[in-house]
DNA sequence: CAACTTACGAAGGAGCACTTCATTAGTAGC
DNA sequence: GCTACTAATGAAGTGCTCCTTCGTAAGTTG
């Protein structure tokens, strides 16, 4: 019972436009036919329909393509570089910052490590850099960028306030949307990092497509980040996913049996000790070994009670210690076997540390198609 | 990325048809005039939709109401009596049924008791004269009927066939849409018991228009049913809400603590003893009192991971002793905030025991409406 | 260079919704 | 009982969008 509001003549128009640009997107270059046929109008009315995209500056005309059996047709394409859109993944030791094209797909990079105890000043200029550095990289000013997003450990509320967050501590409490605003001049998204990150997995990793996912981000922090029904959950308060508080669920002190491993060479510094035990495990050191049983004895517990509770298609192991996922993936599978109704797939991330910022830009490129493709939203911008 | 299909302009003309009857589903009778600027339309073009509407007999027109000034408006209604749906509860212990009209106004019910262990025959015949006697009260004929929709305990497929039911032993591995289908001439659905009563809790009950909701099914089996952005969350394998199955979330055995209760009288049929602990606590047993505490003790911790996971509006507790809300809700509130970040609603069921009913019945209308409102769907149907 | 293939562009036609205006059916006041 | 007022009705005319059809243009192939 969503709108009540009846179709005007000129709201079928602008419901074609936007098939056409929806078409457009994503498929390459297409002809004025191959269009046609897609959206199921005729020629001459994706002729309009065109020239007015064009007219706006949302579509294109590339060259047509020789070497084809009669008169060439002209192609049209989407303009995917009208405007950009920043992805940052603001982790507690490392800011990263990318820049992307209006389809996603990712121009340059950059990454500031920063310490977590910093102070806020510091962290929010090392956000800046990240992504001033990236904008250079890939020779685009900020005017030209729509959208800023940004996932940060913690829970954000929906007006892009920092409600909680255990890792950094100057971050409680802080209108981080609020800030950010401040430093650029463009649309400002915030989301918690293993949500973005279980986005980017089902739009460009693992789970690709799939429509109910659960993302296990670990590493020396747990985290999860659910996709149901394709489209990220963030629960009333935003605070989906927190089964790390739960005692019973066995999260919270799960990466201690990696950390505290007796076959950590004494004077590891702290970040590298966990890295240190997956390696042993993976060269069969039984005590490393034994520490691995542990911790998965425990990442298992509260993924079951994930997996139960929502009997996902695929289960994707991302965050740091998914690099050693051939260490973990098996032994997961088997504790959830036993556990569970139906063994959902049980997969590694693919997408290794970019996953948050690529999540990012992918929850920008959602946003603005959803902007884009709510008939009420009034006539398309002009680009240009 | 659904359709692709751009619109044509008989499209537009079924669109504002289906907006027509969406607009008078619900509210009631409605004058042209009403119906144009809800709409959106002009009241000549709403007039040719209502004509059309009301030749294919979707729509009836109602005597004017008199007493208004200036001329009186003729009024239309949706027809909700075209066509009726039956939804059935298939219980261990208790088949109930219940005719609606297309708007899903109950006209009748009916109940048959029925053992846990009767055989298939037996279980399905009940099932068949609960159908037929309130099909008698609503003096309803079968072959008026769209369509019957049944809840039962266990996991069913997404073609109606039943993957696992621990408590109906004849139940397992039925075809049981097959079945029903063979019964009745009409379309059969079905679905796992716990999220049709969530389902009837957001359209008719206490949770009515909250979008993420966890229902509590308890009694003396537990289940939970999930509507998440709306809509009844089923998983990928149909099998989601089945917590129960997890050890470490306390659920399965928590009725035990009431059933075993020294409180309760030697001799009481198994079934009664739970009922006879919740209203020994009510009136102050100390005995009863601890039993209560324990048996929430293991509730809270199932529901504690389902909240954390899913950070729900509001958790609605149902079932057999949610007739014992009062001293169960309370003490459920308690624990969920010691052990949650953010404490939802928590609120008792108002619907009782005709809860799956009305969710099963809530549920063909929602089947009904997709199928109307789904624009690819083709013309509308001819009902008379 | 001719024949063939494929796309383009203009013209004519149909369907749907909008606006406007005279008409009709009631109620309220004298 | 008559007149004035109100509000819905029905018909006519207009505009927009999309469709089909047909002649033309721009390539490739033999």
């Not at 509001?5 to 002809?31: E, M, V």
């Not at 990454?111 to 510091?122: G, I, Q, T």
């Not at 890295?275 to 070994?289: E, F, M, N, Q, S």
């Not at 797939?345 to 999540?359: F, I, K, P, Y």
């Amino acid at each position: 019972m969503a709108d009540l509001r009846g179709g005007d003549l000129s709201r079928l128009r602008q419901l074609n436009t936007l098939t056409a640009i929806r078409a457009l997107r994503g498929a390459g270059p297409l002809t004025l036919s191959a269009l046609a046929e897609r959206t199921g109008l005729s020629r001459p009315s994706m002729k309009e329909v065109t020239d007015e995209l064009m007219a706006l500056g949302w579509v294109e005309e590339v060259p047509p393509s020789p070497g084809t059996m009669g008169r060439p047709a002209r192609r049209y394409r989407f303009r995917a570089d009208s405007g950009y859109l920043v992805g940052v993944d603001i982790g507690g030791h490392n800011i990263r910052a990318a820049v992307s094209d209006l389809d996603g797909r990712i121009l340059a990079e950059t990454r500031r490590p920063v310490a977590p105890d910093a102070p806020l000043d510091e962290r929010l200029s090392a956000i800046e850099q990240a992504v001033s550095g990236c904008l250079t990289l890939s020779h685009t000013a900020i005017s030209d960028v729509w959208t800023i997003s940004a996932g940060t450990i913690g829970v954000i509320d929906v007006e892009g306030h920092v409600v909680y967050s255990a890792a950094v501590p100057a971050w409680r409490d802080l209108d981080l949307a609020g800030k950010l605003r401040e430093m650029f001049p463009c649309q400002v998204l915030i989301e918690n990092d293993s949500r973005l990150a279980a986005m980017a997995e089902t739009r460009r990793g693992v789970a690709k497509g799939a429509k109910d996912v659960v993302f296990l981000h670990v590493g020396r922090r747990m985290g999860a980040g659910l996709i149901i029904g394709g489209k990220v959950h963030r629960g009333f308060g935003a605070a989906a996913g927190e089964i790390s508080m739960l005692e019973e669920a066995r999260w919270f002190d799960a990466p201690e049996h990696l950390q505290r491993c007796a076959s950590v060479p004494p004077g590891t510094p702290p970040e590298d000790a966990a890295g240190h035990t997956l390696a042993a495990a993976r060269d069969g050191d039984p005590v490393a070994i034994e520490a691995v049983e542990r911790y998965v004895d425990d990442l298992a517990v509260g993924t079951a009670a994930m997996v139960l509770i929502l009997d996902p298609q695929m289960v994707v192991l991302g965050g740091g210690f998914s690099r050693s996922a051939d260490v973990l993936l098996d032994r997961l599978r088997d504790r959830l076997e036993r556990r569970c109704m139906r063994l959902p797939e049980v997969r590694a991330s693919a997408l290794g540390d970019e996953c948050v910022v690529a999540g990012a830009i992918d929850y920008a490129v959602e946003h603005l198609d959803e902007q884009l493709f709510t008939p009420d939203a009034g006539p398309l911008p002009v680009t240009r």
